[in-house]
Each structure stands twice: as structure tokens, then as C-alpha cells.
């Protein structure tokens, strides 16, 4: 590729220069586990909304539109006032988990609207409302709520009617990797006129409270202009603002002793430039011009329909004049992000796809987050700091003292990770960030890559072979995906550069390895080959609250558990058969995980310690979970979710010539097979080809997968018209319910909201609709119709609708997924069903966010409003359907 931002990219494999600075401050670091040092582990009161512009954080900063270098050391952000708020806009605003009916829940309005790989170009859009933020309205109303009342959000309280808001978009442009341009847009979009005040922020991370005698960086105000910043590890930094006649404000980023602990002391602390401006306090900020915070205060009065800028630039070296070519470069980097779009969407005619695109692509981009986190540090205390409370390993994490991101390395970056969300996810979850890395791929392998071998760093991953899930507990399980993950981004990655890098491909395979040990060892307690795992990222999708012990001390044999393992098991197995292109002896290794997927197959069909059936039940032909009770009989839990639609993602197709290509491979698969004709019996028709001459591997036979699939393209049980929900629709009218020892256990067909607390409020695998395990299930029909071709068809939807191959129901499935966020005849998306801003105000119509799941029969967004982590798979949907593209995994 010859456009500027392909060369950034293709330049930063080997130099992390144009990664140096980028979007890396989160939108929330407090309310985190990470800041969290209280006995009792409540970590959304121990710093709360409320202190945080008064507490200095510990591992990291938060702050809006903000922009950082790779370890967090110089920050750059915005913060706003109306003028009749009660604080500075510096953070965006939430509920925390006991605060919002449905759980945490950020309660402002802001888009991602673009941005490349190099962050050499970033757009945010904030919309802030003339009158007084209703902080207190979005709180008190939401907890009058039930569970089974929708959310109150900002929207719904008045405050943007009539346009009286401000638009404020903040661009990011570095005309090199140190240095960087922030431009602050401001337009009333008002009838009237109305005043802002506008305070472009750069400070320090503290590092410096923690232990006595650490080095302290210094901002002071600089007479030849702006202000200098001298940092003891980045060295001199040079900040400027054009509004020249704009008074620069000067505070310390450490903690209000006197707000925070009742005991006052002098100085310029954290919230000093807040109480400056907001509560008229002048001796809250340094006279002397100098701390380690510090703000131009610009204060404007906008016309209607206004537009107003403020311009900005950080830098290593001085210059005399730090705006003369500041429009051109910021005209050029804008440039520079079209002419890579053009490139990456060659072949998507629809200017609304690739709208959704590149939005999609800009929140994924806009949520890589520097993260810090020193568990044992965490535990034991800073040698600067009172001790923390005693036990508090045993509340959480106690058995992840060995692992530490951020600033490990002082010879490179800090930690830079793909978070789900930048508000209500600011942190890693190790299913999440799988899929994640799979969409990265799409536009910057190498950090897709980057990200796989960081979960399978020894700080990281247990020295048992677990992977940490997320902070709130690292000991959770999420589901073995990394495997497909990686295989995913490597064939990706081939396929744009033409070069396979077997060497990533080995590292990551060597520790899966580890991790399906700790899967076969910790997960399948009974030894059958059946798995457990609790709640495994479906959250409440079962019956019962899997934190807590199960009915009658049972073990539950869970068919997702069953089906992730098995799926894990191929994902190895076709890695192996990867690698032997560069060793054979990977041939061996290949052997094991197709044996070891006989098994699970056997148990999931078979005999249960000999004496029961698997989880396949032949009546109903679905797949459930079994109860198993000592000295009572095993009990299979008639719920129709998503996980019996799971086994299906445990699927492989074999090309033709794997004979000739592995020989051993496919001589002992077949000695195995033939020695065992019961085992070959139950996974698929192994030894006959299909119509291309492949081989095929699965959990589910042809007449198993029809039956299955007949459930899920079933509009009145599985198929929404965005989706694939992932409980059945038969549960509004028949719900599920378990009783046991006099307790009930019940569960129904939620479509939206959760009415349950499993979980927390937000996490309702209840009837919604997830992009995640829909993508996945679109991959691999994709697949299956590699062997099957037209030998398989079935009518979409199964009452009565038009037969399509196992191809066309995975296009049409992802055409379904798509039209969540794509303009409808009437020009509206569906994902914003009943939001009146989205259906009247003309400047939300090419705004798009991307939820963390949407309604079962309207399409809703629900959840985290801004989840582009795994919602960003739809800019793959979008890729793959507009240019035609097979699964990575296509082995024609």
C-alpha cells in the first residue's frame, strides 16, 4: 500500500514510534477494581464520581477526549463548563452498578467518529447540554425503577430538546510521533445565544506519591509561550494554546486531603483549577504558574449555529510559532484517514456501510487503554501509603500476585490494550479481547497479534495455565476462543501481506497448550470429558446463579462448557497442522487434539460414568445441560438458550490433499477411527468426502445440525430480525422452572433489559441478541457449506420461508446483524428504536454507537452503549459479505 497510513502502519512493526502517543487515557478509572483499597472490595464507592476530580489515581488516568503517551506519563484531555454545572465536565458521567436499575451505565452522549491505526488522525464528538448536567434527575429516577422498567438516560430528561447543546468535536493529529495537535470545535447547535467555557488540560500522571523520594516532573508557564514540561523519564515536552489571552491555570494532580479525609491542608491540589473556575476560589490554584496539572481557561459566547475553535499543540521540541502549519497538517492527517478507508473499503458500494465501518473501527480504536496493575503491589501497599486493609487477598485476586501490566519494562512502552469499553469496561476481559483482536486484524495485525501474545505473557497468564478473565476476578472463566483468535489474525494477516509469521503462531500455540491443560484439569471435574466452568461469559443465561453452590452440592455439565472445550480442541488441532508447513513434527501434536475431540464428542452424545445419556437429548433434538446430585437421578435442564446451539461452532473442514500433506496425521486419524467405528459414528461422516472432496470434523452430524438449526431459524424461538437471540422465544409463554428440595429456580425469555440481578443488572443473556456468538455461528456455516455445498439447504425462516444453503443462511444472518446499525427505509437504524433524538434531530442521524446487545424483537441497543469491542465485529460482517470474503479458515 503506497497511502500515508499504510506506510505508519507497515513502519510501526518494527518501531513503536507512531504508537508512542494515542487515545490511551480511559473514559473511567475510578469505581475500577485497580483503585479499589477498601476491606471490603466495594470498589464503586471507595472512589467514587464524586472524588475522582479530587482523588489522585494510582494506576491510571481517565479524563474526555483524552490522549496519552504509551505509559501514561504526560495526559492530555478537555474539560467543559456551562456555566450552571456544579463541577467541570472533566469526566463522563455514569450510574455505578447499585446506582442504575439495569446496573452500571454511562448516562452522557458521545461518539467515536474516526480514526486510523497510527492514531496519526482521531475524532470524538461530545454533545453538552446549555443547561445544569441533570446529574441528580439520572440518579434518583433510575433507582426508583424496577428490573423490569427500562433505563432513564440523558436523553429522556429534556436537556438536548430544541438543540440547546453543543456540539464539541476534539481532532487529534500528530505531525510526528511527539507531536501532537488537539483541535476543540465547538458549534451551538441552539436557537440561542450561550456561553461556554472551554479548558484544554495537560498533566502527569502521579507516579510520584507512592514511594518517598521518587522523581517529580514539573509544568510551569514559559514566557516565550504556552507552558514547558520537564518529565524524569520523557524529558522536555512544550505545550501551547492558541487563545494566548486565555489565563493558564496551575494545580497539583495529587489528592485534596481535605475533601477526600477530612483534614485539611494547604496547597494546589487536584480539583484546584475546578474550584477556580467553577466556584470562583483563585487561591485554589498556583499563583506561581506551576505544578504538575494545568488548563488554558478560554471562555466564548456562541451565536446559534456558532462554530468556534480552540487549537492546541504538544511537542518535543520548541517552536516559535506553533500554529502556522497547524491547519494544514490537521487538514493533511484527515486526508491521510480518507485515503486509507478508500483503500480498506474498495468494494463496499453502500456509503452507509461504510459509514457504520469506519465508526465501528473508530471505536475500537478509541478504547485501547493504557493499563496498569501491579497485583502484588495491589495487595501489599505503596511504601508511601497507609498499609491497605488486612485480607484483602481473600476478597479478591489473592492468587494473582504475579500479575503486573503498565510500566514493567522501562526500556519500552507501557501496556496498551483493547478494552471493551472505554466507560463501563475499562478493562480486559479475556474473551472480549479475542474478539477484539480479530477485528484489529482488519486494519493493524501486528497489534492484533500483539495483544494474543500479551494474555499469554507469564505476568499475565497463572502459572497453572489459566488466563486472567478480568479485574473484578481474574479467577472467573471465560470461554477457550483464543485458539480460533489466533488462527483467525494469522490466516488474515497472510492473506494481506503474503507472508505467514509462523513464529507468532507457535508462540501463542505453545501457551494455549498451558491453558487447555488447566481446562482439562480444572474444568471437567468428573473426568467424563464433559465441562463445566460456571457462568463462562453467558452470564445468566442458566437457571441457577453459578457463584453460588448449585442445588443439592450438584455439578452442572454444561453444553456450552462442552462445546467451548471442544471447539479449543480443534482451534489446536488445526494450528498443529499449521505449523508442521515449518516442522512435522507438529503432526503429532495435531494427533492428540483430534483424539482428544473424539472424546468430548463421545461424552456429549454418549454415556455419562455409564450411567446416563450425554447432553444430546433425542426427544426434543437439542442439547442441554445436565444437573448431576449424588444418589439422584441425573436431571437434564429443558432450556432452549444459545448454548445448545453452541456445539455447532466445534467444526472443521479438511482439504482434500491433507493425505498427502500429512501423512501421519491422517494415518493414525484413520487407524483411530477405523479401531473405533463407534466413535467415527458419532462426529460426522469422516471417510465421505463431500462434494469439493473435503473432510469434515464436528460435534453435530447432518441430521443434528438440521434439527438444531431448525430451532434457530425459527422465528418464534431463536431468529429475530437482527439476529439470533440467545434464549428462545417459547420462554415468554412456557418459562423454565426447577425445583429442588422446596426451592424454585426459574427462568423466562427476556428480550431486553435483565429482571434478574445474576450477574449484575447489564448482563441479560436472557433473549437478546449478542454480535459475538452470532458471528461465530455465521463463521462456521460458512464452513460447513465448504463441504456441504448444495447437498445441504433448508428453508429461512423454517415456517415456510425461502430454502438457502448453509452459505445463504450465514449471509443472511450477517445481513441481519448489519441492519442493526444501517438506515431502514425510513432513514432510521434500528438499533435506536424508540430514542426520539435519533428520530427528530437532523445531527444525530450519521452518528452511530455500537451497544453491547440489542433487544430480541425490536434490535434496541442495550447494555454498554459504546461495546464497539465485540460489537466491532460488524466492520468484519461489512468486510466479509460487501467483498465476498470466506472464513480465514476456507480451506480451498
Same mark, same amino acid.
Request: a negative charge; one cysteine or more.
Given at each position: ?30 469505581? #475500577? ?76 452522549? +458521545? ?60 481532532? +487529534? ?5 511527539t507531536d501532537v495537535l488537539m483541535q476543540i470545535s465547538v458549534t451551538n447547535r441552539g436557537p440561542d445565544a450561550a456561553a461556554i467555557h472551554v479548558l484544554p488540560h495537560v498533566w502527569c500522571r502521579n507516579t510520584w506519591s507512592w514511594e518517598d523520594g521518587a522523581p517529580r516532573p514539573i509544568l510551569q508557564a514559559d514566557p516565550a509561550g504556552g507552558l514547558s514540561l520537564g ?173 503486573? #501490566? ?71 472463566v471465560n470461554p477457550p476462543v483464543h485458539a480460533w483468535a489466533a488462527l483467525r489474525i494469522f490466516t488474515m494477516d497472510r492473506k494481506a501481506t503474503g507472508i505467514a509469521d509462523y513464529d507468532f503462531l507457535r508462540r501463542v500455540f505453545q501457551k494455549l497448550l498451558l491453558n487447555f491443560t488447566w481446562w482439562v484439569n480444572r474444568e471437567d471435574a468428573e473426568g467424563n470429558n ?248 455465521i463463521e462456521v456455516l460458512r464452513e460447513l457449506d465448504d463441504f456441504y455445498g448444495d447437498q445441504f439447504s433448508m428453508p429461512v425462516p423454517t415456517d415456510g420461508g425461502t430454502a438457502m444453503t448453509l452459505r445463504g443462511i450465514a449471509d443472511t444472518l450477517s445481513g441481519r446483524l448489519q441492519s442493526l446499525f444501517l438506515k431502514d427505509a425510513k432513514g432510521a437504524r434500528p438499533? #435506536? ?60
Amino acid at each position: 500500500m503506497t497511502d500515508s497510513e499504510h506506510q505508519r502502519v507497515a513502519a510501526m512493526h518494527g518501531d513503536r514510534a507512531w504508537r508512542c502517543w494515542g487515545p490511551y487515557l480511559s473514559e473511567r478509572q475510578w469505581g #475500577t477494581v485497580r483503585e479499589d483499597y477498601s476491606a471490603d472490595g466495594n470498589a464503586w464507592d471507595y472512589v467514587s464520581h464524586d472524588h475522582a476530580r479530587s482523588r489522585a489515581y494510582r494506576w491510571s488516568e481517565d479524563g474526555l477526549a483524552g490522549f496519552s503517551d504509551d505509559r501514561q506519563l504526560i495526559c492530555m484531555a478537555l474539560a467543559l463548563w456551562n456555566g450552571n454545572d456544579p463541577i467541570l465536565k472533566e469526566r463522563l458521567y455514569g450510574l455505578t452498578n447499585a446506582e442504575g436499575n439495569h446496573g452500571e451505565d454511562v448516562k452522557e452522549l +458521545y461518539w467515536y467518529t474516526d480514526g486510523v491505526p497510527s492514531h496519526a488522525s482521531m475524532r470524538m464528538l461530545y454533545k453538552y447540554p446549555h443547561a445544569a448536567f441533570p446529574y441528580d434527575a439520572l440518579k434518583t429516577i433510575n433507582a426508583a425503577r424496577g428490573l423490569d422498567e427500562r433505563e432513564y438516560e440523558v436523553g429522556d430528561t429534556g436537556v438536548f430538546n430544541g438543540g440547546r447543546y453543543f456540539d464539541v468535536t476534539v481532532d +487529534y493529529a500528530k505531525a510526528s510521533p511527539t507531536d501532537v495537535l488537539m483541535q476543540i470545535s465547538v458549534t451551538n447547535r441552539g436557537p440561542d445565544a450561550a456561553a461556554i467555557h472551554v479548558l484544554p488540560h495537560v498533566w502527569c500522571r502521579n507516579t510520584w506519591s507512592w514511594e518517598d523520594g521518587a522523581p517529580r516532573p514539573i509544568l510551569q508557564a514559559d514566557p516565550a509561550g504556552g507552558l514547558s514540561l520537564g518529565h524524569p523519564i520523557l524529558g522536555q515536552y512544550h505545550w501551547y494554546c492558541d487563545a494566548t489571552d486565555a489565563p493558564l491555570l496551575f494545580c497539583e494532580n495529587e489528592t485534596n486531603p481535605g475533601r477526600i479525609f477530612g483534614t485539611p491542608k494547604p496547597g494546589w491540589w487536584k480539583d484546584g483549577i475546578n474550584d477556580a473556575v467553577v466556584s470562583g476560589h483563585a487561591d485554589a490554584v498556583n499563583p506561581a504558574q506551576m505544578g504538575t496539572k494545568a488548563a488554558a481557561h478560554v471562555t466564548m459566547t456562541l451565536a446559534p449555529g456558532e462554530t468556534r475553535l480552540v487549537r492546541v499543540r504538544l511537542r518535543a521540541e520548541p517552536v516559535a510559532t506553533p500554529f502556522a502549519d497547524f491547519d494544514t497538517i490537521i487538514a493533511q492527517r484527515q486526508a491521510d484517514a480518507d485515503a486509507f478507508y478508500a483503500i480498506l473499503q474498495r468494494g463496499i458500494a453502500d456509503a452507509d456501510m461504510r459509514l457504520v465501518q469506519r465508526q465501528a473501527l473508530a471505536g475500537m480504536l478509541w478504547s485501547k487503554q493504557f493499563y496498569g496493575y501491579d497485583v502484588w503491589r495491589w495487595l501489599t501497599g505503596d511504601p508511601g501509603q497507609p498499609a491497605p486493609p488486612a485480607g484483602r487477598g481473600k476478597v479478591r485476586n489473592g492468587g494473582w500476585q504475579h500479575l503486573a #501490566t503498565g510500566n514493567v519494562d522501562p526500556t519500552s512502552g507501557g501496556d496498551i490494550m483493547s478494552m471493551p469499553d472505554a466507560w463501563e469496561y475499562p478493562w480486559f476481559a479475556a474473551w472480549d479481547l479475542a474478539f477484539q483482536a480479530v477485528t484489529f486484524a482488519l486494519i493493524d495485525a501486528q497489534f492484533a497479534k500483539a495483544q494474543m501474545l500479551l494474555l499469554t505473557q507469564p505476568r499475565m497468564m497463572h502459572p497453572n495455565g489459566q488466563m486472567p478473565a478480568y479485574e473484578w476476578n481474574f479467577s472467573d472463566v471465560n470461554p477457550p476462543v483464543h485458539a480460533w483468535a489466533a488462527l483467525r489474525i494469522f490466516t488474515m494477516d497472510r492473506k494481506a501481506t503474503g507472508i505467514a509469521d509462523y513464529d507468532f503462531l507457535r508462540r501463542v500455540f505453545q501457551k494455549l497448550l498451558l491453558n487447555f491443560t488447566w481446562w482439562v484439569n480444572r474444568e471437567d471435574a468428573e473426568g467424563n470429558n464433559l465441562f463445566e466452568g460456571g457462568f463462562l461469559g453467558l452470564d445468566n443465561i442458566g437457571v441457577f446463579d453459578m457463584r453460588q453452590p448449585l442445588p443439592g452440592g450438584g455439578t452442572l455439565e454444561q453444553t456450552d462448557g462442552t462445546a467451548w472445550a471442544a471447539m479449543f480442541a480443534l482451534g489446536l488441532m488445526r494450528i498443529a497442522i499449521e505449523l508442521t508447513s515449518v516442522d512435522p513434527g507438529y503432526e503429532d501434536m495435531a494427533s492428540k487434539f483430534f483424539e482428544h475431540f473424539i472424546y468430548i464428542a463421545d461424552a456429549i452424545h454418549g454415556q455419562v460414568d455409564g450411567s446416563a445419556l450425554g447432553l444430546w437429548d433425542e426427544q426434543d433434538q437439542f442439547y442441554y445441560n445436565m444437573l448431576l446430585i449424588p444418589d439422584v437421578a441425573p436431571e437434564k435442564l429443558r432450556i432452549r438458550s444459545i448454548a445448545g446451539l453452541l456445539p455447532i461452532l466445534a467444526s472443521a473442514v479438511l482439504p482434500l490433499d491433507f493425505d498427502r500433506n500429512l501423512p501421519s496425521f491422517a494415518a493414525r486419524a484413520r487407524w483411530f477411527l477405523t479401531h473405533r467405528p463407534d466413535y467415527a459414528a458419532l462426529v460426522s461422516d469422516w471417510d465421505t468426502p463431500g462434494p469439493n472432496g473435503h473432510r469434515l470434523l464436528s460435534l453435530v452430524r447432518k441430521h443434528r445440525l438440521n434439527a438444531v438449526l431448525t430451532r434457530m431459524l425459527d422465528e418464534g424461538e431463536f431468529l429475530s430480525p437482527h439476529g439470533i437471540r440467545s434464549v428462545s422465544k417459547t420462554h415468554l409463554a412456557n418459562p423454565y422452572l426447577f425445583e429442588y428440595a422446596g426451592e424454585q429456580f426459574s427462568l423466562k425469555y427476556e428480550p431486553g433489559e435483565g429482571e434478574t440481578r445474576i450477574y449484575g443488572g447489564n448482563s441479560n443473556w436472557r433473549g437478546p441478541v449478542w454480535m459475538p456468538v452470532n458471528y461465530l455461528l455465521i463463521e462456521v456455516l460458512r464452513e460447513l457449506d465448504d463441504f456441504y455445498g448444495d447437498q445441504f439447504s433448508m428453508p429461512v425462516p423454517t415456517d415456510g420461508g425461502t430454502a438457502m444453503t448453509l452459505r445463504g443462511i450465514a449471509d443472511t444472518l450477517s445481513g441481519r446483524l448489519q441492519s442493526l446499525f444501517l438506515k431502514d427505509a425510513k432513514g432510521a437504524r434500528p438499533y #435506536t428504536a424508540d430514542d426520539p433524538l435519533a428520530a427528530h434531530d437532523p445531527a444525530f442521524a450519521d452518528l452511530v454507537q455500537f451497544n453491547e446487545y440489542f433487544h430480541g424483537d425490536t434490535g434496541r441497543g442495550l447494555g454498554a452503549s459504546h461495546q464497539t469491542g465485540w460489537t466491532g465485529l460488524v466492520a468484519l460482517l461489512i468486510d466479509q459479505n460487501a467483498k465476498d470474503q470466506s472464513p480465514c479458515h476456507n480451506p480451498q
